[in-house]
């Protein structure tokens, strides 16, 4: 059984996808990428991308009854793989230890453009 999550607070989809879609107790949440979801358009900078991402995933977490503290694996996508640390940092503004599991990878491009895209699933 799926059930959809969906946020008018978070941005909208840009494609024929969910915001997240919950199974059981596992929510799966769609790549975020850092548009802000008012104006729908990237924030400038690279830190300013990271932490807008890191605010669309915990909406649509918390969209879903959890927070980012329930996230179990982090997929994260760079466009430009030395900025890697600048996640860590955010990483722990956000999360409380344990962290999650996380993969990074450098990508050639993003979505509009985005110089960060992160996905992630938790467990309620």
């Known amino acids: 059984m799926k059930k959809v999550i969906q946020t008018d607070k978070a941005p909208k989809a840009i494609g024929c996808y969910s915001q997240a879609i919950q199974s059981g107790n596992t929510v799966y949440l769609s790549g975020q990428i850092p548009l802000d979801p008012a ?15 890191f605010d669309n ?11 980012l503290n329930s ?10 793989i ?34 960060v895209e992160i996905d992630a699933i938790l467990v309620m």
Request: hydrophobic content about 45%; glycine content about 4%; cysteine-free.
């Open 39 to 53: 104006t729908m358009q990237i924030v400038e900078g690279v830190e300013a991308q990271i932490s807008r991402v």
């Open 57 to 67: 995933l915990n909406t649509v977490a918390e969209a879903s009854g959890a927070d």
């Open 71 to 80: 996230i179990v694996k982090l997929t994260v996508y760079l466009t430009d």
């Open 82 to 115: 030395n900025v890697a640390p600048l996640v860590n940092e955010a990483m722990t503004k956000y999360f409380k230890e344990p962290y999650p599991a996380r993969t990074t990878f450098q990508v050639v491009a993003l979505p509009k453009g985005a110089l």
